[in-house]
């Protein structure tokens, strides 16, 4: 046997060697462990199916790149197929593709000898690897995955699409199935995966979970860490996106959004104001009564027919600039019109700005509130936004909103029975798929114990105090002159 060829089998004798040795690469713990109980499930032929959930950009995609490579070149003397499904195919499984090429190109041992078969299939040898779409609409009846399925981000596809089309793609022997992702809700492909694999575990004793959370990761990842950190401080550390993406924790699909220890974290911490405090910034909110969001294909989660436009007025304090780098709002005074006309709801808006001379006017300009919005950017462009509901903005101002409450950073100092059950009936649902859609509001028809309606709109005119964090807020101070010599004056001293 030459040289060459035991330095090759040393290379390949574990997945450890092959990426330090042939790729330059040092995986971490949390990588290694789940490759170690994928090759073993392969080789042993036990058919497993072994679930990873890693904390979001801790290096799941590059543990399944280099873990492909690996395979790849392991079993390029057999006719195998290896099937990798992402929920979409342009940018997720696009961007897959370009990391497998990166690593393909990067090792040693497989840079001259990967091939592209198509715009979707790599291969070294007989061993083939295709990247395929889980979409629903995705057709990808014929491909085989006679080593391998991987279901990646499966929390985005759907279980009847998995059952459908991929499950039956390693029945003719009965290969390894690894799920991969990002906790989510309690209905996902994932979570339905990680339950069955544990009660397997249970059985049988084989590990089959493999879950690392961002305290996990930031052991071997300072850098990671304090990013995450950053993350808790912005957002809160029962932010949904940050239990579930850095902490690996699920949350419920459908729930109330304002649980009651989010509602301690927005009571107020001074009185209401009547008049404009010298020296503090303010800035108006305003909900306009008539929006109709069920026409804007807003069904589900939303109190449609807005009751009052509503105005908040926002004291934005820049005290805790420094340390949480984003502002404290407090509603200090709330004012309504029912059944007004707009021109009128205008003028009475106006005499408020000349009292309060808010730094920015942020207004629901959607349906019936573009009027108003038009006669305010009129009379005040610089200082006016419009802000326009679609499915996609609302669910951004929900997070957006829930962000602020979770920092401490929103406090309502004109707290009433009626904001409190609007807070109170407020629900939540999270739409399947990568955008994480989140669907908020008083469901329609919603009642108080007494029988009357609940609407929404003080609650939806405090959430746009997220467009408000998205301005670039800074320090004012006095400018002031630095007395320097005249470089003139020095240059005559000189001759």
Avoid at 23 to 29: D, E, V
Avoid at 331 to 344: A, I, L
Avoid at 352 to 369: H, K, N, R, S, Y
Avoid at 393 to 410: D, P, Q, T, V
Wanted: charged fraction near 25%; hydrophobic fraction near 40%; proline fraction near 4%.
């Amino acid at each position: 046997m030459s040289t060459l060829t035991q330095t090759v089998g040393a290379v390949l004798r574990t997945f450890d060697n092959f990426t330090a040795r042939a790729a330059g690469m040092k995986m971490y713990f949390y990588q290694l462990e789940p490759a170690r109980a994928i090759i073993e499930s392969i080789t042993k032929k036990l058919g497993l199916t072994i679930v990873i959930v890693i904390s979001r950009q801790a290096g799941k995609d590059e543990l399944l790149a280099n873990l492909l490579t690996y395979l790849m070149t392991l079993f390029s003397h057999k006719e195998v197929g290896i099937v990798v499904a992402n929920p979409t195919y342009k940018p997720q499984t696009t961007n897959f593709i370009v990391r497998l090429e990166s690593r393909l190109k990067r090792n040693l041992l497989t840079r001259t000898a990967w091939k592209k078969r198509s715009d979707y299939m790599r291969l070294i040898g007989s061993a083939i690897v295709s990247l395929l779409s889980g979409d629903k609409d995705a057709n990808v009846v014929g491909a085989v995955a006679s080593l391998l399925l991987v279901v990646n981000e499966a929390q985005d596809i759907s279980t009847s699409k998995y059952d459908k089309d991929f499950a039956p793609m390693v029945a003719s022997t009965n290969a390894t199935r690894v799920i991969v992702g990002t906790e989510w809700t309690n209905d996902t492909l994932l979570a339905r995966e990680i339950d069955a694999a544990r009660q397997l575990e249970k059985a049988d004793g084989i590990k089959r979970v493999f879950v690392y959370t961002a305290d996990q990761v930031r052991t071997v990842n300072e850098a990671y860490g304090q990013f995450v950190d950053s993350e808790v401080q912005k957002k809160g550390r029962q932010h949904p996106l940050v239990k579930t993406q850095y902490f690996c924790e699920r949350i419920d699909a459908i729930t109330g959004m304002f649980p009651a220890r989010r509602l301690a974290l927005i009571q107020g911490d001074q009185p209401p104001q009547t008049l404009p405090t010298l020296g503090h910034i303010y800035a108006f909110l305003i909900d306009v009564a008539g929006q109709d969001e069920a026409a804007m294909q807003l069904d589900g989660m939303n109190n449609p027919g807005r009751d009052k436009t509503t105005v908040d007025i926002i004291d934005v304090d820049l005290s805790s600039l420094e340390l949480l780098q984003n502002p404290i709002y407090r509603v200090v005074q709330r004012f309504e019109w029912h059944g007004t006309n707009h021109v009128d709801i205008y003028g009475g808006i106006s005499s408020m700005v000349d009292l309060w001379q808010p730094l920015w006017i942020i207004e629901d300009a959607t349906g019936a509130g573009e009027g108003l919005w038009g006669m305010l950017y009129k009379a005040y462009p610089s200082r006016t936004i419009g802000f326009k509901y679609t499915s996609v903005s609302k669910s951004e101002l929900g997070y957006g909103f829930l962000a602020i409450i979770e920092s401490g950073r929103f406090r309502d100092c004109v707290h009433s029975e009626e904001v409190r059950m609007q807070y109170h009936k407020c629900k939540s649902e999270i739409l399947p798929g990568p955008g994480k859609t989140m669907r908020w509001g008083v469901p329609e028809g919603t009642r108080d114990e007494n029988g009357l309606l609940v609407h929404d709109d003080y609650l939806t005119t405090d959430a746009l105090t997220a467009q408000l964090d998205l301005l670039e807020w800074y320090i004012p101070f006095e400018s002031f002159f630095i007395e320097q010599p005249d470089p003139l004056e020095d240059m005559n001293n000189a001759y």
